[in-house]
């Protein structure tokens, strides 16, 4: 059972962080309930990079949204995990529409761009290398692969790339970061013979 005080502070914070917009009031909420939420995301989506981004959209539609001065506000936890479970619900409505396999200038030109090493499959190099790339590509989440099209072959902005992406520009640049980093660890460990 819930501690009643604990209850009552955090739908004052609730309160706070949605109708004032008060930062500090959401990093208290942030901080008590981000595990949690990372837990209850995690055990649904199965992935780590998603769950991530999804627990940070909580916070944020917690921030943004256009909340009501009489919505009920007393129980904060339910209220966040309903928020959640939304989040959750929508994600696997929208990796049903699996995305489309990226063609071979597409690869090319997200591999120069992520990792200067592999320019040279731009210009023609081995098929190998292609596939190398390809295996790289598929190995992130469709959230970051979705990130690298909508920055480098659409050259979007990414305030522009984020609500295309259907995300906060926050989350989007966390996705994007995540993807590049990973791109020339995923072609490098695929590189190393098998022992």
Do not use: W
């Not at 609730?14 to 008590?32: E, F």
């Not at 390809?134 to 609500?163: M, N, V």
């Amino acid at each position: 059972m819930s501690d009643p005080i604990t209850t009552t502070q955090d739908a004052v914070l609730l309160k706070r962080a949605a109708l004032q917009k008060d930062r500090k009031a959401l990093s208290l909420l942030y901080a008590r309930y981000y595990a949690p939420i990372k837990r209850y995301i995690a055990s649904r989506v199965h992935s780590c990079d998603q769950a991530e981004d999804l627990v940070q959209d909580v916070f944020v539609e917690v921030y943004t949204r256009d909340h009501k001065p009489h919505q009920d506000y007393h129980n904060a936890e339910a209220y966040l995990f309903g928020i959640a479970r939304n989040l959750v619900r929508e994600h696997h409505r929208s990796t049903k529409k699996a995305p489309k396999p990226l063609d071979a200038p597409t690869i090319e030109a997200i591999a120069a761009r992520c990792h200067p090493i592999h320019q040279a499959a731009a210009c023609g190099e081995s098929d190998d290398t292609q596939e190398l790339i390809l295996k790289a590509l598929s190995s992130l989440s469709p959230a970051a692969r979705k990130a690298l099209k909508l920055t480098i072959i659409d050259e979007l902005p990414p305030e522009r790339a984020a609500r295309k992406a259907g995300c906060s520009v926050n989350a989007f640049y966390q996705r994007l970061s995540r993807a590049r980093k990973a791109i020339p660890q995923l072609l490098k460990n695929q590189r190393q013979p098998k022992k």
